[in-house]
């Protein structure tokens, strides 16, 4: 197929689930030997959310995806894919199924996507393709992760960066592009700054065989290093992503970054020589939700009237893989 005869695909609704549990960090404080001193200047988040035990990731990413099934004034059967960004399912064959089932999404196909803090990207990129092609119409991208299943709540140089959420767009073929340009990257060199790995534990099995048990590990991270990395490749593959579409940044009504850490986002801004203000910031009050902080930020401007049908908007994924990636995209549902 010549990308002449690529279907247009459009990003048609935004919506988010955010558990009601708040942690602050002077709370944060009696945990570990850590203030908000320290945290909020070298990171910039102030508080996070916390899924309580009784309630699982399926609940916060079937919430998302509901309503943006209903803002994109869809009905669940409209959705053709479902797919899940998560590094944190609570099912280890996938989750994606069961929010399907939930939903009552029943004509979807429906899959996971691990690509860590870079699941939304990967996961609308991924979506695109089925929609450019034809083969499907509508799909629905939910970004979830529950971090705060996966911290060492002892470790204060981990603990404290992480927060629990969801956030879900539903994308649709139409006649005019939303979806302009994308850049994908992986560098599995260096997958061990960033993991949260299931370590195989010997166990006897007969006299003579052992068998690996799989035991979870905690989120480990070279803080600096992925630091250097999201400074030095992430510029890049937005200038990338920009040139594919045709945009330059002073065009960009809004960047949506992957919300790690205000002090990565300033870097950036200030290398692509953007007034910061047009980065999007919402990890004050959620700290880093992994794949879903992407569409809680989109979901922030959306909602407060930031980011209006027709304006232009790019978003950039990094992390665990190592991975990144960006989309640029013309907000919203285009042909009404
Ligand atoms: N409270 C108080 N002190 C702390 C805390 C804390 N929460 N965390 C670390 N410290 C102390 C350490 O114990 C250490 O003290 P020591 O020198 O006496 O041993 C000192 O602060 C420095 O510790 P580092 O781990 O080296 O902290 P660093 O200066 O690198 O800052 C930070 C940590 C903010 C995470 C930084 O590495 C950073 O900005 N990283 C960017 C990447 C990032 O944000 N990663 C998040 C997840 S990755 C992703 O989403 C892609």
Redesign the pocket.
């Known amino acids: 197929m010549t990308s002449s005869a690529l279907k247009p695909v459009q990003l048609v609704s935004v919506a988010t689930a955010v558990p009601d549990c708040v942690l602050s960090n002077d709370e944060l404080g009696q945990v ?4 908000d001193e ?2 909020f200047p ?2 910039g988040i102030r508080e996070r959310r916390i899924l309580p035990p009784d309630r699982s990731l399926v609940d916060l990413a079937t919430a998302a995806g509901r309503e943006a099934i209903a803002r994109a004034q869809l009905d669940p059967m409209d959705i053709d894919i479902v797919i899940l960004a998560t590094s944190t399912a609570s099912e280890r064959f996938g989750s994606a199924g069961a929010i399907q089932g939930v939903l009552g999404a029943k004509r979807a196909v429906a899959f996971d996507l691990t690509a ?2 870079t699941g939304f990207v990967f996961a609308v990129a991924t979506a695109a393709q089925f929609l450019q092609t034809g083969c499907y119409r509508r799909a629905l991208v939910i970004a979830a992760d529950v971090l705060s299943r996966t911290v060492d709540w002892s470790d ?2 981990t603990c ?3 927060g629990d959420g969801a956030g879900a767009v539903v994308l649709e073929a139409g006649q005019t592009a939303g979806l302009l340009g994308m850049e994908l990257r992986s560098d599995g060199t260096g997958c061990d700054l ?1 993991t949260l790995r299931n370590e195989a534990e010997p166990h006897q099995l007969t006299d003579s065989i052992q068998v690996g048990q799989y035991r979870n590990q905690f989120i480990a ?1 070279n ?2 290093e ?2 250097k990395f ?1 400074v030095r490749e992430v510029p890049e593959v937005l200038e990338k992503t920009l040139f594919h579409s045709g945009l330059e940044a002073k065009e960009v009504d809004g960047f949506f970054l ?1 919300q ?2 205000q ?2 986002l300033d870097a950036i801004a200030a290398r692509m020589d953007v007034p910061v203000e047009r980065f999007a910031s919402v990890m004050d009050r959620f700290g ?1 939700t ?1 794949a879903a902080s992407i569409p809680l930020a989109l979901a922030d401007w959306v909602e407060r009237g930031e980011l209006t049908v027709g304006q232009l908007a790019v978003a950039a994924g ?3 893989g190592l991975t990144w990636g960006a989309i640029a995209f013309r907000w919203g549902r285009l042909d009404d």
């Open positions: 570990v030997d850590t203030s320290w945290i070298r990171t860590a803090c204060r140089r404290v960066l992480f960033l991270m803080g600096r992925v630091y999201a992957h790690a850490n002090r990565i880093n992994s990094f992390g665990a």
